[in-house]
């Protein structure tokens, strides 16, 4: 594209504001031309960008390149007065600074004795905003304080075209016959080109065929702006129908047209056609330059043809024109893409042999090929020059390539040069480049290693970074967190992997390994905000991890939190193993909290566990002792759901013993009403600790139960009962129970009496 002159100083005139200096010289707008690029050679780059120039010049900042306006502030030394800013300097931080308002015009008004030429393009070359400049470009002109002419008008159409505020720039453009401003193919060539890279190619067609409608002239400078434009969108026939056009006005193309089209059909892969342009060029006594010849190498290596593209190298070189960094690196980017990778080391060294040196493209273009090739050796040297050089490819992708090859070749300490490499050129360095070393480390049983780079990860906090794009994968922190907590380090890990969980990450194996890992070093507390962590995001719990919580627990003395984790254990759909109910149970009975171990036992009950039915006697004997007789009874009648019944006369029995008749009294009950198998020893005892207790009533009911449902007894204390029921004046009660027990007298002899019978006979 065109470019136009940068900042234009101006002369001293004295002012208002003497302490304010500006230097000018004359103004020249720079004609229309293409820079030279050292830049990857690939098709989508314009012509230029594969011209040859000479090595000095390619380590050179463009000086065309327009620098940015900086006010730099720096300590002036004693005796010295600083220097003054200049006044364009100021206009420009003051809009900025401000908002585009009356007041900040009045502001500028009354800064500027006198708005000349100098300082208005100043002013707009040096706006920090595009919008700065064109409210500033509008201002002056409509407060009649400056008349633009054609530089001003050219700049701002620049500026627009820049950020594609492409209806500014044409409206711009379009009015300035109405100033008394005249137009010049400049401006329009400026605007197509600004069209092209917006990629609305039929506006720049349009812009093009209007020059003719508006009297402007169009030379080669137009239509090779539209060649471009056209042929950056793959419009190859138009540029065809245009190129025909041209030489019907009486255009000749140059050697710069040619190579403009021969890119152009290049890139819509156009072969034929591109080499019948070449064939064409040579044909009128153009001679092919070391563009052309770039750009046809370039082309050959796309479409694979790697023997023409090393014939045009070869004739290259014959006609004296020297390759130069681009010529080698394209044909090194065919020998790469050709799986030839000697050639292309070859080339390489060919290339220092003349001194031309390798630039970042070549060695982005020359490292994947090694590393596919297998070829690390020279991978390491070829990085360890651009290190020393200090230069930094342009594709950062490349260092994730070379950290993966040489971890599989097994040369662990090459790879961390690579990283280290990246640290010394500026490189930043993402979660995923740490995360292969990190695996490959673990895989190696480097473990100390893999800490060393898991600090500087945790530390530097370079998983958080937002601008990253490479995450860490799985194989590589699941090994890591698992070793931090088999070895003691698990709040490392948590760290670790709170950060990962930061940026979207609920690995079911890492969470599980983090409960195991607080749980063995008695973190407790720790592994259950894990657990809950867990519970609310949804991701599964592994049930090794709950038994290891609950073991934690327990060995601290906490059996209620080992109850509450066994809970979320058989909530998530696991059972617990016998021992494990066995061990929260007795640690609850052992801290005094048998309801609670009455609830795991409901718990294990429900779970079809049966192996511990000594410990479920003992608890609902505890139960049953401490006056909790409804709840015990409901988890007697669970038992017996899954037929199983407790040992009735042990319980009976310690009951009694302790004086809990009540409790004797209903738990009897239960059973005769279930028809549930008890000594008769075991009435007895009921009857004598319920009599013992002044408890008649009780006891003659009960004994009327026991000889309803047919359990005969020989209760020794029958009359002493019947004797203190008429001393309470219970005599009703006594009665009954004196014919009931005459009649089951009876009873008895009737039946020893046929049996007898039946003997003797």
């Not at 070829?382 to 090859?405: G, H, Q, T, W, Y």
Request: proline share 4%.
């Amino acid at each position: 594209m065109a470019h136009i002159a940068l900042s234009k100083h101006f002369q001293w005139t004295p002012r208002v504001y003497s302490n304010i200096s500006r230097i000018s010289p004359p103004f020249s707008v720079y004609p229309l031309r293409f820079c030279t690029s050292t830049e990857d050679p690939n098709l989508n780059a314009e012509p230029e960008a594969v011209l040859s120039t000479p090595q000095s010049e390619t380590e050179k900042p463009n000086a065309e390149a327009e620098p940015a306006v900086q006010t730099q502030i720096r300590r002036t030394p004693r005796g010295k007065r600083p220097e003054p800013e200049k006044l364009e300097d100021i206009i420009c931080r003051m809009m900025a600074n401000r908002a585009w308002t009356t007041r900040l015009q009045n502001s500028i008004r009354n800064l500027v004795p006198e708005f000349d030429h100098t300082l208005v393009y100043n002013v707009l070359h040096g706006a920090k905003k595009t919008e700065h400049a064109l409210q500033f470009f509008r201002w002056v002109e409509r407060a009649g304080l400056f008349q633009h002419n054609r530089e001003t008008h050219l700049k701002m159409i620049e500026i627009l075209g820049r950020v594609s505020k492409l209806n500014h720039a044409r409206c711009i453009l379009l009015d300035m016959p109405q100033k008394g401003v005249e137009w010049d193919e400049d401006m329009f060539v400026i605007l197509i080109d600004s069209y092209g890279k917006a990629g609305i190619v039929q506006e720049a067609v349009k812009i093009f065929q209007k020059m003719k409608e508006l009297g402007v002239e169009r030379t080669l400078k137009s239509y090779d702006a539209l060649f471009k434009v056209i042929l950056r969108r793959g419009r190859y026939m138009m540029a065809k129908r245009y190129f025909n056009k041209m030489l019907s006005e009486g255009i000749e193309p140059t050697r710069h047209t040619f190579n403009i089209l021969i890119w152009g059909f290049f890139l819509s892969l156009r072969l034929e056609t591109a080499n019948r342009f070449y064939e064409d060029m040579k044909s009128r006594g153009i001679s092919p330059d070391v563009v052309t010849y770039n750009t046809m190498i370039n082309g050959y290596y796309r479409f694979k043809k790697m023997e023409e593209a090393e014939k045009l190298f070869v004739e290259m070189k014959g006609k004296n024109i020297a390759p130069t960094v681009i010529s080698y690196t394209t044909m090194i980017k065919g020998y790469v893409a050709t799986e030839r990778i000697d050639d292309g080391l070859r080339l390489l060294e060919e290339m220092r042999s003349f001194d031309i040196k390798p630039n970042a493209v070549t060695f982005s273009t020359l490292l994947p090929g090694l590393c596919d090739a297998g070829k690390m050796a020279e991978a390491q040297s070829i990085l360890k020059e651009m290190v020393e050089r200090f230069i930094a490819p342009k594709d950062n992708s490349i260092f994730m390539k070379l950290l993966s090859c040489q971890c599989e070749a097994g040369d662990l300490n090459a790879a961390m040069d690579v990283l280290k490499a990246m640290i010394r050129l500026s490189i930043p360095t993402e979660a995923g480049h740490y995360g292969i070393l990190i695996e490959n480390f673990c895989r190696a049983k480097e473990y100390d290693q893999a800490v060393k780079l898991l600090d500087k990860l945790i530390e530097k906090e370079i998983i958080l970074r937002p601008q990253s794009t490479l995450e860490i994968e799985s194989t590589a922190y699941n090994p890591m967190i698992e070793y931090l907590c088999r070895h003691g380090q698990t709040a490392k890990a948590e760290i670790f992997l709170r950060q990962l969980m930061k940026m979207g990450v609920q690995d079911q194996e890492a969470l599980n390994n983090l409960i195991r890992g607080h749980a063995k070093e008695g973190s407790s507390d720790s592994a259950f905000e894990i657990l809950k962590i867990m519970l609310r995001r949804g991701v599964p719990r592994d049930a090794e991890a709950y038994r290891l919580l609950i073991e934690s627990y327990l060995r601290r003395g906490e059996p209620a939190d080992a109850k509450t984790a066994l809970d979320s254990m058989s909530e998530d759909g696991h059972i617990p193993s016998p021992s494990l109910f066995r061990a929260v149970m007795e640690s609850l009975l052992d801290d005094g909290r048998v309801q609670t171990a009455s609830r795991v036992m409901k718990t294990m009950l429900e779970k079809g566990v049966i192996e511990n039915l000594d410990l479920v006697d003992k608890i609902l004997e505890v139960l049953l002792t401490r006056g909790h007789v409804e709840e015990a009874l409901g988890r007697i009648d669970l038992l017996m759901q899954m037929s199983n019944s407790p040992n009735f006369d042990s319980i009976l029995s310690v009951l009694c013993e302790k004086g809990k008749t009540i409790a004797a009294l209903k738990l009897l009950d239960f059973a005769l009403e279930r028809h549930c198998n008890i000594d008769f020893a075991s009435y007895d005892m009921v009857l004598d600790a319920l009599l013992a207790a002044g408890k008649t009533l009780n006891a003659y009911s009960i004994l009327c139960k026991i000889m309803e449902k047919g359990g005969v007894t020989d209760w020794s204390s029958c009359d002493d009962l019947i004797k203190t029921l008429n001393q309470e004046g219970n005599t009703k009660q006594a009665d009954i129970l004196s014919r009931m027990i005459r009649g089951e007298g009876k009873a008895r002899e009737s039946k020893r009496g046929k049996k007898e019978a039946s003997v003797a006979s």
